[in-house]
T-cell receptor
């Protein structure tokens, strides 16, 4: 599975959009990009995933570049409760099974 | 829909003692994962089951760690004997299947402290 690179930490003002980048330059054609987040003392929570197209759900939007070498998770209106560690990972769509978490990005949402 | 259940939530033991953790996945989920998360790090996959068979245990320290998933539902992870470096949160997760198209759902974890 491809390796991902994320900034160690980011700040965001409450009510503003939080844009979390992820680099996955070695991604293969059949690997999905996943985002999870982990709020203090809880298990990771699934946010969103995508293969090629941009995706949106009730939590966030995922923007994947055309060459698929990077992506951005967008939280449109960040709240204090969005303060967490955000993990970007890639997983093979079929046949593969290993999930490798990096250190993630620690997002601080400030009032 | 009930989530992934884990017990106990907290455990404190002395080194060289044994400990066991239990996980009940979401109903209907064929794939079950155990992760170890050391403070300040991302989760590290220890073992992965598809129904009651092991599909990956390459990161499991087999000299002291063991896991089973009898009947393809609940799972237990055991450490015997524990070492100080085993202090971590042990997370259980489940998904509908193995493939990367299926998201994983995590339990709250068991925080283990080895003294």
């Amino acid at each position: 599975d491809a390796k991902t690179t994320q900034p160690t930490s980011m700040d965001c003002a409450e009510g503003r959009a939080a844009n979390l980048p992820c680099n996955h330059s070695t991604i293969s054609g059949n690997e999905y990009v996943y985002w999870y987040r982990q709020i203090h003392s809880q298990g990771p929570q699934y946010i969103i995933h995508g293969l090629k197209n941009n995706e949106t759900n009730e939590m966030a939007s995922l923007i994947i570049t055309e060459d698929r070498k990077s992506s951005t998770l967008i939280l449109p209106h960040a709240t204090l409760r969005d303060t967490a560690v955000y993990y970007c990972i890639v997983r093979v769509g079929t046949g593969g099974f290993k999930t490798i978490f990096g250190a993630g990005t620690r997002l601080f949402v400030k009032a | 829909e009930a989530g992934v259940a884990q017990s106990p939530r907290y455990k404190i033991i002395e080194k060289r003692q044994s400990v066991a953790f239990w996980c009940n996945p979401i109903s209907g989920h064929a794939t079950l994962y155990w992760y170890q998360q050391i403070l300040g790090q991302g989760p590290k996959l220890l073992i992965q089951f598809q129904n009651n068979g092991v599909v990956d245990d390459s990161q499991l320290p087999k000299d002291r760690f063991s896991a089973e998933r009898l009947k393809g539902v609940d799972s237990t992870l055991k450490i015997q004997p524990a070492k100080l470096e085993d202090s971590a949160v042990y997370l259980c997760a489940s998904s509908l299947g193995l493939a990367g198209v299926y998201e994983q759902y995590f339990g709250p974890g068991t925080r283990l402290t080895v003294t």
